[in-house]
């Protein structure tokens, strides 16, 4: 993993709550889909109570949209339910919010850098930062391809949240330990 993540978990080694926020370029595809597998495997351990997740955008180009019926399609094969809500731009209030945030690729990740605030201590990274055995760095952006990219796109937030999930649950047990 990377080394924000190691100072991350540093700042921040015990906590009994997370907030986690999901972003892309549009928040219609990918982000709708990390924060729906997330969300899935985080009610799943029963963890519902101590984990948010939401989703953004780094751009202006569908605010106020419901996620990509392809997204939505391809999700619910899987068992997902997307979050019925509209896409929305990232705000100042994000990085007071969430402690975690998280980029589908480089691009979405330099913009989030420009509008984090200097006092912001959560971590802000890539998504796939929390599997690094995957051989990806990014989540591809499936907008304009075909419906194996969206596939891809899920089998990518399966295995990220899988080990977001698994850091995010070590700081609870910490915290637990501490308390």
């Not at 991350?8 to 926020?21: K, P």
């Not at 519902?48 to 569908?62: F, G, L």
């Not at 089998?155 to 649950?169: M, N, P, W, Y």
């Amino acid at each position: 993993m990377l080394s924000n993540l190691d100072r991350h978990r540093e700042h921040r080694s015990t906590q009994r709550a997370a907030n986690v926020l999901f972003v892309c370029m549009g928040n219609i595809c990918r982000s709708p889909i990390a924060e729906g597998v997330f969300r899935a495997l985080v009610a799943n351990a029963g963890l519902a109570e101590r984990i948010r997740v939401d989703s953004a955008a780094t751009h202006d180009y569908q605010l106020g949209e419901p996620p990509d019926p392809r997204a939505i399609t391809h999700a619910r094969r899987r068992g997902y339910d997307l979050p019925g809500r509209c896409a929305r731009r990232v705000d100042g209030e994000d990085f007071r919010r969430f402690e975690w945030i998280l980029a589908m690729d480089m691009d979405n990740l330099r913009v989030l850098h420009g509008l984090r605030p200097g006092d912001y201590t959560g971590y802000l990274g890539l998504f796939l930062d929390f599997n690094p055995g995957l051989g990806a760095l990014e989540v591809p952006d499936p907008y304009y391809g075909a419906p194996e990219d969206f596939e891809r796109v899920l089998d990518l937030a399966e295995s990220g949240a899988a080990g977001l999930l698994d850091v995010i649950r070590a700081t609870f047990v910490a915290y637990e330990a501490d308390g």
